[in-house]
C-alpha cells in the first residue's frame, strides 16, 4: 500500500459505513427544500449539493490538517492520533445508540450551527445550481458527529495536504448512502433501523479504533523486530 | 439494545433516538422529538422555511410502512373470518383449529418454549409443535383472543408463524433450500482456500517462508473467514440469540459461543502479531456444522411434503346442478351444503360424502382404503370424498358438507397422529435442555483448569468441548424416529391416532381377535349344497344365481360367482323377508328360506335349519343350501406368523355357531371363546391384564369398541363401524390383516432404532467429551464428529420409512 493509500482508504470506509447514520437525516433535504422546481432538476439539484458538501468537508479538512501539523510540531506524544482513536471508538458507542463523546461535541456543533442557519436562509429554497452550491458548502457545517470524528482522523493526518485528502475520500465515501437516498430512502433505512446492524457497524468502529490506539501507544517494536529478522537472512 | 433506546423514533429520520437526548421542536402544531443536533438542525430549516408539507408528503405518500407496523396489518388480515375459512382445519364452538407454520422450529427446545408461552394466551386451548414438519398445530377461542394477538406472540419470540398453506411453505422450502446450498457453497469454498493458506503456513513454518508472506497469507485467511462467520455461520447466531432473548439455552449458544471466541481470538492473533491464528478451524466448523444441518433440513423437508401431502390432493371445487337455470356451476368446496346435487365427470375426484344418484357409477377409492380394484356403486349407495370417478360423469347429493367428510377426518387423524407428541419424546427433550448448561459449566471448568496449568492451548480444548458436545443428535434421536415410523404406517394406509401406539404395541404379548368381519371377511359364501334332484350342483348354482342376479342382498353376492349368461329368468319377483321367486321355460322358482319353501315332508328328511336356503321348482324342493362367512386368505399366515413370534392368540366372537370353534382349530388359535357378549370380553381382557398380559384388540364391530378402550392397544378393520374406528388407536384403512403383523413389527422396529438413536448420540457425547476436555480431540475433529454424529441418527432413523 502506497502512503496516500493508507490516508484515504480508511477515511473512504469510514464514510461509507458511517453515513449510513446520516442517511435519513441528509437524505430527504435536499428533496424537501428544492420542492418549489420540477422533479426532474431536483436530482440534479441534489448531486450538486451533495458534492459541494463533499467540497466543504475537504475545506475543513484542509483546516484540520494544517493545524494538526503545526500541533505535532509542539510534541512527540501521538496526541491526535489518540484522540482519533477515541472518536472512532465515540462514534462505535454513537451508533449502537450509547451515550459518546460525540452527543456532546455535537451540542456544541449546534450551538454554532445558529451562527450559520441565518446565512443559509438567503440561499433558500433551492432553485439552481449557484443555490444548491452555496448551501451544499453551507451544510458541511451541520452538528455531525460522524464528520466531527472524521475531523480527528484529518488532523492526524499529518499536513494539510494529506487532511484534504482524507476529507475527501470520507465525502466521497458518504456519497453513495445519501445520493442513493433520494431514490431508495425508505427501504434502505428500514434496513438501517435493524439494531443489529447499527450494533455490527459500531463494533467495527470500536474495534478500528481500539486497534489504531494499540498501534499508537506499543509503537513498531513488532515491526523493528520483523525487520530484524528479515535482516538475517 | 432496548436500554439505551426511547421507544419514539426521531420525527425527521425515524431512526431511535438515544437516551439523554430530549431536544423537541414544534413542527405542524406538535411538538416532535429527534435523535440528535443534525436532525433538529434539519426539521428546524425545513420549518423556517414553511416547508413542513415535506414530512406531510413523506407519510400520505404510502412509502413502505415500517416493518413491524406492515407486519402487523398482515397478520390482522388472519382475523377476518372469511380469510380464516380458507385455513382452519375444524371448528367447533367457540374452538378453532389450524395449523400453522414457522420455518425456525428446530429443535425440542424451541418446540417446548412456544407450547409453554403461547398456552399462557388466554384463549389458546391447545397447542402442539411438530419438530420434524415446522408446523405448530393451534386450538383457540376466537371470542377470547384474535388469532393475530397468537400470531404476534410467537413472531415476537422469534418464530413467523403464519396459517399452512402447502404450495407457500413448498415455496418457502424451496427458497431456503437455495440459501442453505449457498451458505455451504460458501463455506465450502471459503475453508478449502483457507485451508490451503493453512497448509502452506504449517509448512512455511517448517522451510522458513519470509514473514511478510506469511502475514498476507493470514490477512487473506482473514478476508475468506470473514464472510465465511458472518454469512455462512448465520443461522447459528439467529437461533442461539433469539434462544437467549427468551432466556433459554439450545444447541446453537455452544456453537455461537465457540464461533465467536475462535474468530475473535484469532483476529487478535492476526492484529497483534501473537500468537496462531485459526481461520481454518472457525471457517471448517462452520461447513461441517452446515453439512450436519442441511442434511437434517433435507428429511424435515421430505417429511413435511408427505404429512400435508393429503392436503395438496384436497379438492378444491365441485359442480353444483342448479335446478333453477338447470345447469351446471364450479363452486368451491367449502361451499357444498347438505342435499346439493353434485355432478362428478369422468377423471374428478369426489368433493364431498354422498350417495349416488345416476344408476351407477364406477369409483377407485385406492385413496381412502388403498384398495387398487374400482368399486362399482349403484344408486342410493354411499359415494366417499377423495374417491376418483373412473368412467361416466354421474350425480350425487351431498349429505355432509367439505369438513365433515370422511376423508377429511382421515386428513385430520393422520395429521394428528403426526403432531402428537409421545412421553418418551418429552423426556429426551428435558434431558437435551439440561445438557446444554451442563457443557456450558464443564466448558468452563475445562477452560479454567488449562489457562491454570497455562497451557497456550486452553481456548481450543474449551472451543473442543463447546462444539463436540453439542446435543443435536439427542434431541433428534426420538422425534425423527418416530416420525419416519409414522409415515411409513401411513404409506401402508394404516392411521394411527397418537404417536403412543409405537410404544405400546412394543409391549403387546397377547393378541385378541373378534371373529367376523376381522378374521373373515364379512362376506357370505356357499358352505354346503345338497340336491334333491337331477341336475348338477352347477345348474342348480346357477338357476340361484339368476334369481338373485338383480339383487344387492348380502346373500344374493354369495352367488354372484356362480351366474352364467346360458341361464337367465323371464321374470324375477322379490319377496320381501322370504326370498325371491321367478319363471324360466314354464317353470316357477322359489328360493329363501324355510317359511315359504319348506313343504312337510322336507324339514323331515333334513331337520329344521332356521340357516339353511331352499331351492323349490313347481313347488318342489330340489337343493339346500348353507352359507357361511368367508375367511380372510392372509388369515392363515398371518396368525401363525404371529404365533411364531411369541404373541398369544385369543379368538372371542359373539357368533354362538360352531363355526368359531373349526376357525380356532383350523387355524390352530390356543384360547377360544364363542357367543360371547361385549361385557364378557370386557371380563376377558381384564383377566388378562390382571396377569400382567399386554393386550392388543383387532376388531371391527360396534362390540368391540368397549374393549378397544380398555386394551393397552387397539387396531380397527378398515370396515369398521364408526364408534369403534373413533375409540381404536390404529385404523387399517387397506382391508388387510398382514397390516396388523406390519403395525406389531414396525412398532417394535421403531423402538429398537430409537434406542439406538440414544445410545448412540449419549455415548457419543460422554465419551467424546472427556476426550475434548483432556485435549485429544482437535477443534476440526470435533465438527466433524458432532456433525457426524446428528447424521447417524437421521440416517438409522431414515430405515424405517422403507
Known sequence: MTELTVIWLPAFIMGLLGSAHCMGMCGGLTVALSSGCEPSRQATLSLVYQLFRVCSYAILGGITGALGDVMSRWTDFPVLMIAASVLLIMMGLYLMGRWSLLTVLEKQGGKLWKYVAPVQKKFLPIRNFSQAASIGLLWGLLPCGLVYSALAVSAASGSAINGVVTMLAFGLGTLPALYITGVFAKQLLQWFKKPWLRTTIGIIFIVWGSYQMYTTLVPANDMGSHQHHHHHH | ?802
Open chain 2, 1 to 802: 439494545m432496548k436500554q439505551s433506546y426511547k421507544s419514539e423514533t426521531c420525527f425527521h429520520c425515524e431512526l431511535p433516538i438515544p437516551k439523554g437526548f430530549d431536544k423537541t421542536l414544534q413542527v405542524s402544531g406538535e411538538e416532535r422529538a429527534f435523535c440528535c443536533e443534525g436532525c433538529l438542525a434539519v426539521a428546524d430549516m425545513i420549518v423556517q422555511n414553511s416547508l413542513e408539507d415535506y414530512y406531510k408528503f413523506r407519510t400520505e405518500s404510502g412509502e413502505k410502512p415500517d416493518a413491524i407496523v406492515d407486519l402487523e396489518n398482515e397478520l390482522k388480515a388472519f382475523d377476518q373470518a372469511d380469510v380464516q375459512q380458507e385455513f382452519i382445519v375444524s371448528q367447533t364452538d367457540n374452538n378453532n383449529n389450524i395449523l400453522l407454520y414457522a420455518d425456525q422450529i428446530r429443535c425440542s427446545a424451541c418446540a417446548w418454549l412456544l407450547e409453554r408461552t403461547l398456552s399462557r394466551l388466554q384463549g389458546v386451548s391447545s397447542i402442539q409443535v411438530n419438530v420434524s414438519a415446522q408446523v405448530i398445530s393451534l386450538s383457540w377461542n376466537p371470542e377470547s383472543i384474535k388469532l393475530s394477538r397468537i400470531l404476534k406472540q410467537a413472531h415476537k419470540m422469534g418464530y413467523s408463524a403464519t396459517p399452512y398453506k402447502q404450495e407457500e411453505v413448498l415455496l418457502k422450502q424451496k427458497q431456503i433450500q437455495k440459501q442453505w446450498l449457498k451458505r455451504l457453497g460458501l463455506a465450502g469454498l471459503g475453508m478449502m482456500q483457507v485451508m490451503m493458506f493453512a497448509v502452506a503456513l504449517y509448512l512455511g513454518a517448517f522451510s522458513g517462508m519470509s514473514s511478510d508472506f506469511q502475514w498476507l497469507m493470514r490477512s487473506v485467511s482473514f478476508l475468506v473467514s470473514t464472510p465465511v462467520l458472518l454469512y455462512s455461520g448465520y443461522p447459528f447466531y439467529s437461533s442461539a440469540f433469539a434462544a437467549l432473548k427468551n432466556r433459554q439455552l439450545n444447541m446453537d449458544v455452544p456453537i455461537t459461543l465457540a464461533l465467536i471466541v475462535a474468530y475473535s481470538a484469532s483476529m487478535w492473533a492476526f492484529f497483534t502479531h501473537s500468537g496462531e491464528v485459526y481461520f481454518d478451524s472457525v471457517t471448517m466448523f462452520i461447513f461441517f456444522l452446515l453439512i450436519g444441518r442441511y442434511i437434517e433440513f433435507r428429511v424435515r423437508q421430505r417429511v413435511s411434503e408427505r404429512v400435508y401431502k393429503g392436503n395438496v390432493n384436497k379438492i378444491n371445487y365441485a359442480e353444483k346442478y342448479e335446478p333453477d337455470t338447470d345447469s351446471y356451476r364450479a363452486i368451491t368446496t367449502t361451499l357444498v351444503q347438505e342435499g346439493d346435487l353434485l355432478l362428478v365427470r369422468a377423471g374428478k375426484q369426489v368433493a364431498v360424502d354422498g350417495t349416488l344418484v345416476s344408476d351407477t357409477a364406477e369409483l377407485d377409492v385406492s385413496m381412502l382404503n388403498g384398495e387398487f380394484m374400482p368399486s362399482t356403486l349403484s344408486k342410493g349407495q354411499q359415494v366417499l370424498a377423495g374417491s376418483i370417478n373412473h368412467h361416466q360423469p354421474f350425480m350425487m347429493q351431498a349429505t355432509a358438507s367439505d369438513k365433515g367428510s370422511y376423508w377429511d377426518k382421515l386428513l385430520q387423524l393422520q395429521e394428528a397422529a403426526l403432531l402428537d407428541k409421545p412421553k418418551i419424546a418429552l423426556l429426551a427433550d428435558q434431558i437435551a435442555r439440561y445438557f446444554v448448561l451442563a457443557i456450558l459449566c464443564i466448558a468452563s471448568l475445562v477452560a479454567a483448569y488449562w489457562i491454570s496449568v497455562g497451557s497456550d492451548d486452553a481456548l481450543w480444548i474449551t472451543l473442543s468441548v463447546l462444539v463436540v458436545s453439542c446435543p443435536c443428535a439427542l434431541s433428534l434421536a426420538t422425534p425423527v424416529a418416530m416420525t419416519c415410523s409414522i409415515l411409513s404406517f401411513n404409506k401402508n394406509n394404516i392411521l394411527i391416532k397418537g404417536q403412543d401406539f409405537l410404544q405400546s404395541t412394543n409391549e403387546v404379548t397377547d393378541i385378541v381377535f373378534d371373529k367376523t368381519g376381522t378374521l373373515t371377511l364379512g362376506k357370505l359364501s356357499v358352505d354346503t349344497i345338497e340336491v334333491y334332484s337331477e341336475q348338477s350342483k352347477d345348474t342348480v348354482l346357477a338357476l340361484i344365481a339368476a334369481l338373485e342376479h338383480r339383487s344387492e342382498h348380502p346373500i344374493a353376492k354369495a352367488f354372484a360367482k356362480y351366474h352364467s349368461p346360458d341361464v337367465e329368468m323371464d321374470s324375477v319377483n322379490f319377496l320381501p323377508f322370504k326370498g325371491v321367486e321367478g319363471s324360466r321355460a314354464g317353470k316357477s322358482y322359489y328360493f329363501g328360506n324355510s317359511q315359504n319353501a319348506a313343504s312337510q315332508q322336507l324339514l323331515e328328511q333334513c331337520g329344521d335349519d332356521a340357516d339353511a336356503l331352499y331351492l323349490t321348482e313347481d313347488s318342489k324342493v330340489i337343493a339346500r343350501v348353507t352359507l357361511s362367512d368367508t375367511l380372510r386368505e392372509e388369515a392363515d399366515e398371518v396368525c401363525q406368523n404371529l404365533s411364531n413370534k411369541g404373541y398369544t392368540l385369543h379368538l372371542l366372537s359373539g357368533d354362538p355357531s360352531s363355526q368359531v370353534q373349526n376357525l380356532a382349530e383350523k387355524i390352530g388359535f390356543e384360547h377360544w371363546q364363542n357367543d360371547v357378549k361385549p361385557e364378557d370380553k370386557l371380563d376377558y381382557i381384564q383377566k388378562l391384564q390382571d396377569q400382567q398380559k399386554k393386550v392388543l384388540v383387532v376388531g371391527d364391530g360396534v362390540n368391540d369398541a368397549p374393549i378397544m378402550a380398555a386394551a393397552n392397544a387397539s387396531v380397527a378393520m378398515a370396515a369398521a363401524a364408526d364408534i369403534t374406528r373413533t375409540s381404536a388407536d390404529c385404523y387399517l384403512m387397506a382391508d388387510n390383516l398382514r397390516n396388523v403383523e406390519f403395525a406389531l413389527t414396525r412398532s417394535k422396529k421403531t423402538q429398537s432404532v430409537i434406542k439406538q438413536n440414544l445410545a448412540w448420540s449419549l455415548g457419543y457425547n460422554f465419551s467424546m467429551i472427556p476426550l475434548a476436555a483432556m485435549g485429544y480431540i482437535p477443534p476440526y475433529i470435533a465438527a466433524i464428529g458432532m456433525s457426524l454424529s446428528s447424521v447417524v441418527v437421521v440416517v438409522n432413523s431414515l430405515r424405517l420409512k422403507e
